[in-house]
């Protein structure tokens, strides 16, 4: 819950009090083409202000709920999802979110006659509240917006954040509490095994998104704002043991097609109060500023035309998306032992757009490298120039990953493998994973079901004629008025809000050059270097990509009855990525006269390291004791002696693409 809130409520009906004692009267003033209106006034407490809306008196608009009835129907089929599916919502209380309680609960209610209330709540429907504790006030807001979704026969749970590294700075405080709250809303779909994860998000706020990239310099797919339904993935491993394989979550946006005055009305239409932040006022937040700009902006034909260019800009990312899908498909070869293969005869890059190869190079690296950051400027360009360089005859290290021509190829496939000095991931996880226990889980069957329905009607509806694949960032608006997508005066409105944010964020760039220059970027990054330790019977998630796991086997070498085998005696074992001394070591023990356990496994691995290129071996995990010694490569079937048990798997938290996402 964001800062201060101001309560509303419709129809004459009893305005609900929160911490009455925090709440001083307030006269209001309305007019006639405002919702609502307010004042702030002075609190009894002087940490936080507090409004208090009561729109008793404001005429009830005209309403037309069959309308928001089809149009929310269609989103929710265009996901794939049926009233009978197990749902969570996203409530803050606000306009957005109770609107978004007042359609899903009719959609649940109305869609099957089995669907039924159990102890007056709607089966399969839970409303999730975060309470982000960054105010003492926090809590009891919290418990507020809970009993009003409550009342609506909407199970409630409240998700109370925990700051373990304390509170985020200023600057990036609403970014972080965003981050925070799909976390914790996450953590409460994977505890309740919940699929589905419906969001708030309107019209107004891609009209917004697409204001503010614009002044970043974002391309066209950028431009396409946020997703209407893709698939996100457990910050921690949420293992689906049936398929070996990170649990994922489905994001689905039903109120995209509808504008924030519409909220409001289904709010009155369902007679539910709100929670307004004052907040939201602030001109010292980017989103407020380019929100109060375009709602001064009372022509409905701007808002049309914008609209209509961010469409043309969602069926460019949708066209983008299913070329890039169906190249990833053809052309990657993913191994068991974490690295890529790329197929440049059939990639052809050549003949692929710029902005289709772009997207494509970009899907595989942060697959490979597991770091979600986008790749933009040079490092863009630089792959490029070499993946269109065939045959491929040179190395290259960009995002996180080194590319690398594949060995007896003959420049026709690229190995893309960890580049291990680099920033890459360093969350490692140690984890209790009870197999027998796990398998009976329920699996994500279900899910599967509905993205796959949601894929058919995506294909079933793929865009083929597009307008804006060779659009750059700057040309996208000149591009939209020669296809007579915005009419002269829009195209001059939206470039002077362009231009206003574009020197507004210059400046604060400028500002905080200092200010971040001095500032330690490096807390979340671990090298190669970084020491960790495993103990016997424990799963260890490996830098969002291997799991990994060792225990003593019921084999016992000869030096275990002496009490010295290097593994019996060891309580715990490190584990690191392989170095170039590792495999030399292999080769010089298989060269021993001795006919041991140690020998005979050592040529073994060997064999099977060979078949590895040399760029992707250093992404291999090994296990060593505190004196060094490597006792174990799993991925290879090396281990020291017979009494080592170790086992690893290549298992990355987001797939390869990232996953299901539509932009229809």
Known sequence: ??????????????????????????????????????????????????????????????VDETMYKEVFNRRMAMAGLKPHHRIALGVSGGPDSMALCVLTAKWKTEGLSGVNKTDG?????????????????????????????????????????????????????????????????????????????????????????????????????????????????????????????????????????????????????????????PTNLSQLFVRNRIRTSIGNLQSGTFKSELQAVISECRRTRSFVDKVCTDLLKQTVTVTDKGYAVLDLERLNPTEVKDI???????????FISQRPRPIRGNTSKLLLNYIRATPCRTSLTAAGCYLSPAPGSKGTKVIVSCFLDSSLPSKTEILNICFNEARKRPTSDDLGQIISSAKTFSDQNRVFDVHFLDAASESVLSKARELNILSESTYTTIGLLQRDET?????????????????????????????????????????????????????????????????????????RHMVESDWLYLVELSRSSNRDHSTSSSHKALR???????????????????????????????????????????????PLGGGFSSFL
């Open 121 to 277: 709540f709607i089966d399969g429907l839970v409303a999730v509240v975060v309470d982000h504790g960054l105010r003492q006030e926090s809590k009891d807001e919290a418990q507020l917006v809970c009993s009003r979704v409550s009342e609506m026969g909407i199970r409630c749970e409240i998700a109370r954040c925990d700051w373990v590294n304390g509170r985020p700075k200023q600057g990036h405080l609403q970014e972080a509490a965003r981050e925070m709250r799909y976390q914790m809303i996450s953590n409460v779909c994977f505890r309740q095994q919940i699929g589905v994860l419906l969001i708030a998000h309107h019209a107004d706020d891609q009209a917004e998104l697409f204001i503010l990239r614009l002044s970043r310099g974002s391309g066209v797919l950028g431009l396409a704002g946020t997703s209407f339904a893709s698939e996100i993935y457990s910050q921690d491993l949420e293992l689906d043991v049936k398929h070996m394989k990170n649990r994922s979550i489905l994001l689905v946006r039903p109120l995209l097609d509808l504008w924030k005055e519409d909220m409001y009305k289904i709010c009155q239409w369902g007679r539910q109060n709100w929670v307004e932040d």
């Open 1 to 62: 819950m964001a800062r201060g809130v101001a309560l509303c409520c419709y129809n004459g009906r009893k305005s609900s009090t929160l911490l009455s004692s925090s709440i001083a009267r307030v006269s209001l003033s309305f007019f006639p083409k405002t919702l609502f209106a307010s004042y702030p006034i002075q609190p009894r407490r002087q940490n936080f202000s507090r409004l208090f809306c009561n729109i008793a008196s404001v005429p009830n608009a005209a």
């Open 608 to 654: 099977s390291l060979k078949s590895i290129p040399v760029a992707a071996r250093r992404s291999l995990l090994v296990l060593v004791n505190h004196c060094g010694l490597l006792l174990g490569v799993p991925a290879i079937g090396f281990n020291y002696c017979p009494c080592l048990k170790a086992s690893t798997v290549f298992l990355p938290r987001v």
């Open 356 to 366: 289709c190869l772009s997207k494509y190079l970009t899907a595989v690296l942060q």
């Open 503 to 575: 020197n507004r964020f210059i400046t604060k760039k400028e500002d905080n050059k200092s200010v971040d220059a001095s500032e330690d970027h490096g807390t979340n990054i671990a090298s190669s270097s970084d020491k960790v330790h495993l103990l016997p019977g424990k799963d260890l998630y490996f830098m969002n990509r291997f799991l990994i796991r060792w225990d003593s086997s019921n084999h016992q070498c000869d030096e275990a009855c002496c009490g010295k085998c290097a593994v019996g005696t060891a309580t715990s074992l490190e584990v």
